[in-house]
């Protein structure tokens, strides 16, 4: 069933008031009162900050959609709540960089019906840029139509993510970054999978590629990929799960194929 909630752009006009809102917390937040807690282990962090944007957000997200469930990366996913529609959240994509300071992290909602993502929004509130997507309406910056780049991944500029608490991914985080010597122009690490995802369907960057993430991390910017003209699958070609985390690899169709056939001989293929 395609849940005709967010049919047009405009629709999307409520969901970013309650972003832009949400988004003071971040922006108003003095950076030495910004305590990061550990939670998964070392790097892996949790502040006040995140606990109370994603209670903003809950809030008048249940206020405005009372029908529509809502999964966050502070409040786990409860077995069965991927059912119907729901927000999948992020209520600070980029924690480690908001902790230091680092003007580098996003709110990143996604809605999903039926688990297939139909709408999505990204706001890099330090860039004041909102990024959205509908499925099969294109996706936008500010309003304005953005398309993936048309660079292989030869010679492309590369993005990829390596959260380094994930200490059993050593070897396979090697073997990405190796595979990215070999063939980008340079490289970059923003820390925020979300604002990765939009800059790969902005054009900005041409591949990116990261082993591990959660679905709340890369929910709403696969769409915006996808809606761009991108392709964001995991790194062996299938969907992006939603039901658990997974690897992402995203860009323009010729750095997506040519990567992806790359790396079917590594050791990361099926991550
Ligand atoms: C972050 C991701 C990033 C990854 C970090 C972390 P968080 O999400 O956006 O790409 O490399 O390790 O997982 O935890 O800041 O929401």
């Not at 991390?217 to 969907?239: H, K, M, R, S």
Request: glycine content about 10%.
């Amino acid at each position: 069933m395609f849940d005709t909630r967010f049919e047009t752009l405009e629709s999307l006009e409520p969901l970013k008031k309650i972003v832009r809102e949400a988004a003071r917390i971040m922006l108003d937040a003095p950076v030495k009162a910004i305590e990061g807690h550990e939670k998964s282990g070392w790097g892996d962090f949790v502040t006040d900050q995140d606990v109370e944007v994603q209670e903003v957000l809950q809030r008048e997200l249940a206020n405005s959609y009372p029908d529509i469930g809502f999964i966050a990366e502070e409040a786990g996913m409860a077995d069965g709540s991927l059912d119907g529609a729901v927000f999948i959240v992020d209520p600070i994509d980029g924690t480690l960089n908001f902790v230091r300071g680092r003007k580098a992290s996003a709110i990143s909602i996604a809605y999903a019906v039926d688990r297939e993502v139909v709408a999505a929004l990204v706001y890099d509130p330090w860039m004041d840029e909102t990024y959205t997507a509908i499925k099969g309406l294109g996706a936008y910056v500010n309003g304005s139509p953005i398309r993936v780049s048309s660079w292989p991944f030869t010679g492309g500029l590369a993005t990829y993510g390596s959260a380094i608490y994930y200490k059993d991914l050593r070897e396979k985080n090697h073997e990405m970054l190796d595979l990215v010597w070999d063939h980008a122009v340079d490289f970059r690490r923003s820390g925020a999978a979300s604002l990765d995802l939009c800059h790969i369907a902005a054009g900005r960057s041409d591949v990116y590629c990261e082993l591990r993430l959660q679905p709340w991390d890369y929910a709403a910017g696969a769409l915006i990929v996808q809606e761009a003209g991108g392709f964001c699958t995991q790194v062996n070609g299938q969907p992006v799960k939603l039901h658990e985390g997974g690897s992402v690899l995203a860009g323009g169709a010729a750095a997506w194929r040519e990567f992806a056939d790359l790396a079917r001989h590594t050791s990361f293929y099926n991550v």
